[in-house]
């Protein structure tokens, strides 16, 4: 029974990272450029949270501790690079719409 929860919680888990990633498309095609950036802001800041609250061994922060907040650092931005790359790729073809449409304008002059 414990497996088929995991499996649940997994599959919810999922779906909302799914579910986030057409709602950065979706904010990433809008006019103003700051609405694709919110995701990967938030996204960025909530993955500061469990390495700035982690305390420092005792006998100081050795070689280990320092990899170990590195790597956690680098596995929790994970979804923050999933929505920058997403974010630049829609960036991308608005820009060249708004090139295209100004093309257009220009050739009915």
């Not at 709602?23 to 802001?41: A, C, D, T, Y």
């Not at 680098?74 to 920058?84: G, S």
Request: net charge positive; aromatic share 10%; charged share 15%.
């Amino acid at each position: 029974m414990a497996i088929t929860s995991n499996i649940l919680l997994l599959l919810f888990l999922l779906a909302l990272f799914v579910g986030s990633v057409f709602l950065q498309i979706f904010l990433s095609k809008k006019e103003n450029k700051w609405m694709g950036r919110i995701l990967p802001i938030l996204s960025f800041l909530l993955s500061l949270v469990v390495p700035l609250s982690l305390a420092a061994p005792l006998d100081g922060a050795n070689g280990w501790f320092v990899v170990q907040i590195l790597l956690m650092l680098l596995l929790e931005n994970i979804p923050t690079i999933v929505y920058l790359v997403v974010y630049f790729a829609c960036r991308e073809k608005v820009r060249q719409k708004k090139q295209l449409d100004k093309m257009n304008i220009q050739d009915l002059h």
